[in-house]
């Protein structure tokens, strides 16, 4: 079974820093998308950060000028540098991985930023 291996998630107060990571098995291969999502109490699943298939970035207006994805395509890993906390940013947040013909979630790890 693939798995994604997350880490990186915890509680901070607000205007802090965290960095998620996320790593893929090397039996993954030809990568289409990669990115994050994340998904509040009560909430639909929705998109924080990715890299599109042409390489290019999107990023939810809600955090943009703040979060930061990046990626090393050796070691299979995407990251997500998140500043400028809000408590409004709590979520469990998942890693996700498209082939193009299969779709990878990561188990998810919590993000809680306190006020």
């Known amino acids: 079974q693939v798995q994604l291996v997350e880490s990186g998630g915890g509680l901070v107060q607000a205007g802090g820093s965290l960095r998620l990571s996320c790593a893929a098995p090397r039996t993954i291969f030809s990568i289409n998308t990669m990115g994050w999502y994340r998904q509040a109490p009560g909430k639909q699943r929705e998109l924080v950060a990715a890299?599109?298939?042409?390489?290019?970035?999107n990023y939810a207006d809600s955090v943009k000028g703040r979060f930061t994805i990046s990626r090393d395509n050796a070691k299979n890993t995407v990251y997500l540098q998140m500043t400028s906390l809000k408590p409004e940013d709590t979520a469990v947040y998942y890693c996700n991985v498209d082939t193009g013909r299969v779709n990878y979630w990561g188990q998810g790890t919590q993000v809680t930023v306190s006020s």
């Open positions: 890299f599109t298939s042409r390489g290019r970035t």
